[in-house]
């Protein structure tokens, strides 16, 4: 835990776990760098349909950590996981330990709501509320008790700022978000993610829907937020894992003996440079190299 | 020489289903203008008889020849105001439950049910009305009364439509709110409702049209007093349609000419009713697009 | 349908055979056939003798007044029993309905409480038309105010249901009802709120006994006071007098009857108190003047024993008939409800038309020419 995290409203456990060099999938991990996930054996199923199974990796603070694999492998169903966004899907559920800072994610005590604002999401296709740019970024501080219009107001700014889209909304605050290009949409979304100040950022492959410009400013602007945040990106695209991530978990889906149906399953996690230029999983270098997937 | 046949089959089909569209659209039409001119043809007679008095008298005695439709006119939106204002909030909160908080076992039978609801006769609402309100629970027939049978008849039909549209929002937008650490009311507040504002007033408008034009049970349960303005909803009164009902059969002359009058006029209050909700939903439509 | 008719009595079945049915049912009666006319009242002339085609099915269709649909319930069943091939549907939408649906061609004969305007008369396209008087029946003005005999002139009434009189008791009800105990309750007044010919019969009764006391004038609606009680149809108002303490409503006498409701004695233009009863109502039809044309009202008419508030209803149908079949069919069944029929119309509480009109009526009927 560093000094400067302020989420001590719920109860975080001071001393977080530091990591060694142990298990399997586990990748060096420098000392000190403080754990945000913890996964021991999780899965998650669709009714009786399991999605991904087996899976251990530890997401650290700071850094950028990126799920790749191809369709089907249950990375975005893992990534939904981090936040509980399976909630309110009827029939999902998640076993296994899934630990955010040592506290189970799922635990008896532990409210969906409050572990969203703690962990925002950006998701695939630009998702603006049908209202105004304002009020976009503003919903979230408000439905976290923010209602003083110069708090507001600030917030606004300063997220949109960071999301490099200040210069060119300032001025249409009031006009709606959905009259955007896409690749401000995304941005927006990003504002209104960061704009409640969350610890962790995730993001399902958030450039799938946008043209390679708008690509590369979303990608910028993920190196800058990440001093802030920890985030956590879906992506298909290979290039974008290697040029924007720290650490990199590979996926595969392989046929489930249990119930004959293909399960995700977590091949390989460690640093980004060892998986795009050694990985030690003869899977991941046939991913890499195209001959799979 | 096989393919240039095909293509001209191609064409002729199009053409046909042209021509076919065009002689549907029109064929509304005409009808829509045979029953405006017939009608108003026949309601002449007391309009030119009443003058403006038609609608702003509150007098309506047919052995004296004095038609005064402002109370029914009255009657009419009073009760279909009371209907709007218990059926809304219940549809809405039906329709809600059903789509965001019922569980997959109760959603549905629920949606049947109310599909089913949808479909009863009003005359059946018309009897459970004198039935149940006016005699077991001595609501009399008033305003009120007819408003409470208005509104259990068009609550099916809001609730359905309102669902079904409410459906319509993407996950997305709603995963949008809720990973924000909205709750699921907050959720509803950011994307469920803007995004089915449209859809929602029209589902609206035409319960309320419903409303406007249901017939025999308000004629059942209205009580059919003459010449009542009141915002008692304890007071008797009497709506367009259930005048007509009431009065049609026994008509003559003058008589029937201003029931038929009243008729164009239910006709063009419900006009008036969709273009101001096709406005609405056009204006909310374009702003949630920003342009 | 030899066995089912049997079990009815002797005379029905011969006088139906008279009407119509020819065919070998009077085996199953030992008494002679011609004998059957004579045994009821109001049957006398059947045997004249109507006899109606028994050729290929007739359908007569006719519409009208809901005043008599029980009455045209019961002729039509005893009349298709022995008619077989001839089917008569009556649907009851009201006098107005009636008059306009034959106005319109669109019925066979139709039913009527009150004849045609006189500015209407030209509008029938079916050309010349008779009208064929066929019952006679009382509207009651019923009350639920425990009071065992009550006793109402015109003038009282009048005030009752224009709600100048609206407790029970009012010195002019009391003065209706000498030494009569009369409660404090107020008076709730349940008229019609569809227009109705019950209600043009009861406001025109006012409007010529007491003319100087009513000014809503006469009609099939008429603009009652706004705190009146509404009821649909004579079972409407039934139902509110009934349930209402203090009520007080007009309703045909039927209806009053089977709602078990108390009504009340009426002052007639002889100055006395007579309650509706099958025979007031036929007292009411011997003090009648009847026009030409059949046309009269049995409000207000003469005679010590005569019930006022007495309605009339005619039948309507073409003088020249456009189809032979029918028209015969037509003729066979005027017949019948002007004859043998008018003996069932007290068991539902209306009353046979005088000797006199019945005759005066059946020569009408002979008179419509069929092709």
Redesign the interface.
């Known amino acids: 835990m560093t000094a400067d995290d302020s989420h001590d409203d719920i109860p975080v456990q001071r001393a977080a776990p530091r990591i060694g060099h142990r298990g399997s999938g586990d990748p060096q991990v420098a000392i000190d760098t403080p754990v945000v996930f913890d996964l021991e054996d999780v899965a998650v199923y669709y009714g009786a349909f399991r999605a991904v199974r087996g899976v251990a990796m530890k997401v650290l603070k700071n850094q950028i950590t990126a799920l790749i694999g191809p369709s089907g492998c249950g990375k975005t169903t893992l990534l939904r996981a981090f936040n509980r966004m399976h909630d309110v899907i009827p029939g999902a559920r998640v076993t296994g330990k899934l630990q955010y800072h040592g506290i189970d994610l799922y635990g008896p005590q532990v409210s969906a709501t409050e572990v969203r604002r703690r962990i925002g999401m950006v998701f695939q296709k630009p998702n603006p509320f049908p209202k105004s740019i304002y009020d976009n970024v503003a919903f979230g501080p408000r439905v976290n008790g923010t209602k003083n219009k110069i708090e507001l107001d600030a917030i606004v700014e300063k997220s949109l700022r960071a999301a490099a889209l200040w210069d060119e909304v300032k001025d249409r605050l009031g006009s709606s978000a959905l009259g955007m290009s896409g690749g401000q949409q995304q941005r927006l979304c990003i504002a209104r993610t960061i704009a409640v100040e969350p610890e962790v950022v995730l993001m399902d492959e958030p450039c799938s829907a946008l043209d390679p410009i708008a690509t590369a400013r979303i990608e910028e602007l993920m190196r800058e937020l990440k001093s802030r945040f920890t985030i956590v990106i879906v992506t298909h695209n290979m290039q974008q894992a290697a040029r924007v991530s720290d650490r990199t978990a590979f996926f595969t889906a392989e046929l489930d003996s249990a119930n004959d149906r293909r399960t995700g399953i977590l091949v390989e996690y460690d640093v980004t440079q060892k998986i795009f230029s050694n990985p030690s999983d003869e899977r991941t270098e046939n991913y890499i190299t195209g001959r799979f997937g | 020489m096989q393919l240039s046949e095909l293509h001209a089959r191609s064409q002729h089909a199009d053409r046909a289903f042209r021509v076919l569209a065009v002689v549907a659209a029109t064929t509304v039409l005409v009808v829509l203008a045979l029953i405006t001119v017939t009608m108003s043809k026949r309601a002449w007679p007391v309009l030119e008889h009443m003058g403006l008095d038609f609608f702003t008298s509150s007098r309506w005695s047919a052995p004296e020849g004095i038609y005064g439709a402002l109370p029914f006119i009255f009657g009419t939106l009073f009760t279909a105001t009371i209907a709007l204002a218990l059926a809304v909030p219940v549809s809405l909160g039906v329709a809600l439950f059903i789509t965001q908080v019922a569980p997959p076992w109760l959603k549905k039978p629920m949606v049947y049910l109310l599909d089913l609801l949808a479909v009863v006769p009003s005359v059946v609402f018309g009897l459970w009305g004198v039935l149940v309100l006016s005699q077991h629970f001595g609501l009399g027939r008033s305003f009120l009364t007819a408003g409470i049978i208005l509104a259990v008849m068009i609550t099916p039909i809001i609730t359905s439509l309102s669902r079904e549209v409410i459906e319509t929002t993407p996950q997305t937008d709603k995963e949008a709110a809720l990973a924000l650490g909205a709750t699921r009311w907050e959720m509803i507040g950011a994307s469920v409702l803007p995004h089915s504002k449209g859809g929602l007033v029209g589902a609206v408008m035409l319960g309320l049209g419903r409303a406007l034009g249901e017939t025999i049970a308000a004629a059942l349960v209205i009580g059919s007093a003459l010449g009542q303005i009141t915002l008692d909803p304890y007071a008797s009164g009497n709506s367009m349609p259930a005048v007509i009902a009431n009065e049609f059969g026994e008509s003559d002359g003058m008589h029937k000419s201003a029931l038929i009058a009243l008729a164009v006029t239910l006709f063009v209050i419900t006009i008036i009713v969709n273009l101001v909700a096709t406005a609405i939903v056009q204006r909310s439509m374009r702003r949630s697009r920003g342009t | 349908m030899q066995n089912l008719l049997m079990n009815k009595p002797c005379w029905l079945i011969a006088s139906l055979a008279v009407v119509g049915f020819t065919g070998g049912i009077s085996a199953g009666c030992k008494k002679k056939p011609d004998d059957g006319g004579g045994s009821t009242p109001g049957s006398g002339t059947a045997t004249g003798g109507a006899t109606a085609p028994s050729g290929g099915p007739v359908t007569l269709n006719a519409s009208g007044a809901t005043f008599q649909q029980a009455a045209q319930e019961v002729t039509i069943e005893a009349f298709t029993k022995a008619n077989k091939h001839i089917k008569v549907n009556y649907g009851a ?5 009636g ?2 649906d034959f106005a319109d061609q669109v019925v066979d004969f139709a039913c009527s409480d009150a004849p045609y ?1 006189e ?2 008369v030209g509008k029938v396209k079916g050309g010349e038309f008779f009208y064929i008087p066929n019952v006679l029946g009382a509207i009651t003005v019923s009350y639920n105010a425990g009071v065992d005999k009550l006793q109402l002139s015109p003038e009282t009434i009048a005030k009752i249901f224009q709600r100048e009189i609206k407790t029970w008791n009012d010195p002019a009800i009391a003065a209706d009802n000498p030494g009569a105990k009369l409660p404090a309750t107020g008076i709730v007044v349940a008229r019609r ?5 019950t209600t ?1 019969n009861f ?1 025109k009764f006012l409007e010529g006994a007491a003319p100087t006391a009513w000014k ?9 006071p ?5 009821g ?1 149809g004579n079972g409407g108002v039934a139902q509110i007098v009934k ?1 209402t303490p203090g009520a007080i409503g007009y309703v045909d006498l039927s209806d009053a009857k089977a709602s078990q409701l108390k009504y009340a004695a009426v002052k007639n233009p002889a100055g006395k108190y007579v309650e509706p009863t099958a025979a007031s109502v036929t007292a009411a039809g011997d003090g009648i003047e009847v026009k030409d044309n059949l046309v009269f009202t049995a409000l207000n008419a003469k005679g010590d024993a005569a019930y006022p508030i007495t309605a009339q209803s005619w039948c309507m149908t073409y003088a020249k008939q456009a189809d032979k079949a029918k028209g015969e069919a037509i003729k066979a069944y005027f017949k019948f409800m002007l004859t043998d029929a008018q003996a069932l119309l007290p068991e539902i509480d209306f009353a046979p038309i005088p000797k006199s009109l019945q005759e005066r009526a059946l020569a009408q009927v002979d008179k419509i020419q069929t092709p």
Do not use: F, I, M, P
């Open positions: 939408g009201g006098s107005g309905k008059r306009q305007k500015a209407d709120s569809d227009g109705s010919g043009e406001t809503l004038k006469s009609g099939s609606t008429v603009e009652w706004v705190d009146t009680q509404a649909n349930s």
